[in-house]
């Protein structure tokens, strides 16, 4: 008998309701495959979902089980299921959760092949986050005439969105904070700062050109009106409201939902390709997932946040992930060299107003 884990929660809550709990290996039906998971990708629509934030679009029924996106090796397949066999690498999705578990049961058609040149912690978050960026992106029809706004650009959907709208040709205008500036540049964005004043500075990044579009990743009201003032006409506003709608349709999509499996097929190739790159800003062992929910909950984090089962430990045993993530250190060190520059410029540091 082979023995994993799953997580697994029993009622509404916070991080305190998650549980490991023991996982025999599924035996596949006629036309499942099993899956052992090598990565997967954590949302924010899952959390929310465990918190019993979106009861009003899914019922859950109790124990649930956590996780959409993965990535991992085919172990059994089902008499049906002909084009796969055991040992092929592959990535998708689990239309009823689960994917947070040592194996997962899926129907052949929840899952594609793994490109060879996808890295497995990028394979195991793109399913979610990817089909909503580019559903998002494709219905607004951007072009080298468009000019779009986009807010939580750094996000798992908002850097995705970002580099999409780049490839079709579109100038993107990325909506985040001063920390991720760097960030947004290098995958071709001109970045603008949330607060104060940020319709005049998004005026005058567009340098004269008419703002055509405007995805609210961030939510918390403001976006409408600020869109209204910019000139975009109002069926080029996708709200919050609407993402969210766009990412829980895909949350839940059947095994055999054509447009999903396109779309991640799609969404590979444009990885492969290096038209896309899916920024890995956490990458957690599987026994440190609520650590890892915590992290993610911070809204803090750029990119995806990703849980591998089978990491490395490198000699320090557990504690090894614990050290400072290299976006929080490159950041410190971007504030002492400033502090440093001030005391060099006036002889001491003055704090920043």
Same mark, same amino acid.
């Given at each position: 008998m @082979?023995?994993?884990s799953?997580?697994?929660?029993?009622?509404?809550?916070?991080?305190?309701?998650?549980?490991?709990?023991p996982?025999?290996?599924?035996?596949?039906?006629?036309?499942d495959?099993?899956?052992?998971v090598?990565a997967?990708?954590l949302?924010?629509?899952e959390?929310?979902?465990?918190e019993?934030?979106?009861?009003?679009?899914?019922?859950?029924?109790f124990?649930?089980?956590?996780g959409?996106?993965?990535?991992?090796?085919?172990?059994?397949?089902? *008499?049906?299921?002909?084009d796969?066999k055991v040992?092929?690498?592959?990535?998708?999705?689990?239309?009823?959760?689960g994917?947070?578990?040592?194996?997962?049961?899926?129907?052949?058609?929840a899952?594609?092949?793994?490109p060879?040149?996808? $890295?497995w912690?990028? *394979?195991?978050?793109l399913?979610?986050?990817?089909?909503?960026a580019?559903?998002?992106?494709?219905n607004?029809r951007?072009?080298?005439?468009?000019?779009v706004?986009?807010?939580a650009?750094?996000g798992?959907?908002g850097?995705?969105?970002?580099?999409?709208?780049?490839?079709?040709?579109?100038?993107?205008?990325?909506?985040g904070?001063?920390?991720?500036?760097?960030y947004l540049?290098?995958?071709?964005?001109?970045?603008?700062?949330? $607060?104060?004043?940020?319709?005049d500075?998004?005026?005058?990044?567009?340098?004269?050109?008419p703002?055509t579009a405007?995805?609210?990743?961030?939510? $918390?009201?403001?976006?409408a009106?600020? *869109?209204?003032r910019?000139?975009?006409?109002?069926e080029?506003?996708v709200t919050s409201?609407?993402?969210?709608?766009?990412?829980i349709r895909?949350?839940?999509a059947?095994?055999?939902d054509e447009?999903?499996r396109?779309?991640?097929?799609?969404?590979?190739?444009?990885?492969?390709?290096?038209?896309?790159?899916?920024l890995?800003s956490?990458?957690y062992?599987f026994?440190?997932?609520?650590d890892?929910?915590?992290?993610?909950?911070?809204?803090?984090s750029?990119?995806?946040v990703?849980i591998?089962?089978?990491?490395?430990?490198?000699?320090?045993?557990?504690?090894?992930? @614990?050290?400072?993530?290299a976006?929080?250190?490159?950041?410190?060190?971007?504030?002492?060299?400033?502090?440093?520059?001030?005391t060099?410029?006036?002889?001491?540091?003055?704090?920043?107003?």
């Open positions: @082979r023995i994993g799953a997580v697994q929660y029993d009622r509404y809550g916070g991080f305190d309701v998650v549980d490991l709990v996982q025999e290996r599924p035996e596949p039906g006629p036309g495959v099993v899956v052992e090598v997967a990708g949302n924010h629509v959390r929310f979902l465990r019993g934030k979106l009861r009003d679009h899914i019922d859950l029924e124990p649930a089980h956590q959409v996106d993965f990535a991992g090796i085919v172990r059994a397949r089902g *008499a049906e299921v002909r796969l040992g092929d690498e592959v990535m998708g999705h689990a239309p009823e959760g994917a947070h578990a040592t194996w997962v049961r899926v129907p052949r058609g899952v594609v092949k793994k060879e040149h996808v $890295g912690e990028v *394979a195991g978050g399913y979610l986050a990817g089909a909503t580019a559903t998002i992106v494709r607004l951007l072009g080298p005439d468009d000019t706004v986009i807010s650009a750094a798992g959907v850097h995705i969105e970002c580099q999409l709208a780049h490839d079709a040709g579109a100038t993107v205008i990325a909506l904070s001063p920390r991720n500036h760097d540049r290098q995958i071709g964005t001109l970045p603008v700062a949330y $607060g104060d004043g940020e319709e500075r998004i005026r005058e990044m567009a340098a004269g050109r703002i405007f995805i609210d990743n961030h939510g $918390g009201g403001g976006a009106d600020l *869109a209204a910019l000139g975009v006409p109002a080029r506003l409201e609407h993402r969210r709608d766009v990412e895909f949350l839940r059947p095994a055999d447009e999903a396109d779309l991640l097929m799609l969404l590979a190739k444009a990885v492969q390709d290096r038209r896309v790159q899916v890995i956490g990458f062992p026994e440190y997932i609520v890892a929910y915590e992290d993610l909950a911070e809204m803090r750029r990119g995806k990703v591998g089962m089978q990491t490395v430990e490198t000699g320090a045993r557990l504690d090894w992930y @614990r050290s400072e993530k976006r929080d250190l490159r950041d410190r060190y971007a504030d002492q060299r400033g502090a440093d520059t001030e060099m410029a006036g002889g001491s540091a003055s704090p920043k107003a």
